[in-house]
């Protein structure tokens, strides 16, 4: 029996979560297959009721024939947080155009700082996992949904560093005062220790 969340019932998830709305079987097969998640009916019907038995969605049968399938939010509250957290990232920078808009250092600044937050989150998640063990798999499509974000803002980054060796320079430049910056911070540099230990 299949026991762990693969990498298609993480699409599949992601996907829903993306959706918010209840959606039908055929179309949520063929707006799939349409975004390159390229998976036959009988096998999204193993990884949907996997999903489902897992408490992660619902099915709902609508008529003679109909079924419906959408994220079953009262069980993962946690992604509740993870969809906040996108907003308000979709708030600051609305799109590609936006950020590439903005000075080199405030990319990387941004994309530090979503780094950031995705490592801290990842931490929470692995210790509300040794909470509820249960949840974990739950808590890891979380995740990845906030890494997958941050995917997309380390690209646009490099897209902007693809673009001269100047940007290239500047860039590396820029990261490694940042990573100074956060050295001098954790470590005392004559004892080359944490300050704090």
Known sequence: MKKEIDEYCMK????????TEKIRFNKLHKTLNA??????????KKHLNHLRKKGSILRKKEGKQGVTYQVNWKKVEQLKET???????????ENEKIFKSKSLEDQITYVICILTMTQVIYLQLNVI??????????????YLLI?????HYRQ????????????????????????????????DRSTKTMPFL
């Open 147 to 151: 890494h997958r974000l941050y995917d």
């Open 83 to 93: 969809l906040e957290f996108k907003e308000i990232i979709a708030r600051n920078l």
């Open 12 to 19: 599949i998830f992601a996907f829903l979560v993306a959706n």
């Open 35 to 44: 975004l390159d998640v390229k998976i036959s009916k009988p096998t999204l």
């Open 129 to 142: 996992g040794i909470l509820d063990p249960k949840s974990k798999e739950l808590h890891s499509l979380s």
């Open 156 to 187: 646009w980054l490099l897209d902007t560093c693809k673009q001269s060796n100047e940007n290239s320079q500047k860039a590396h430049d820029l990261i490694n005062k940042k990573r100074e910056e956060f050295q001098t911070l954790l470590f």
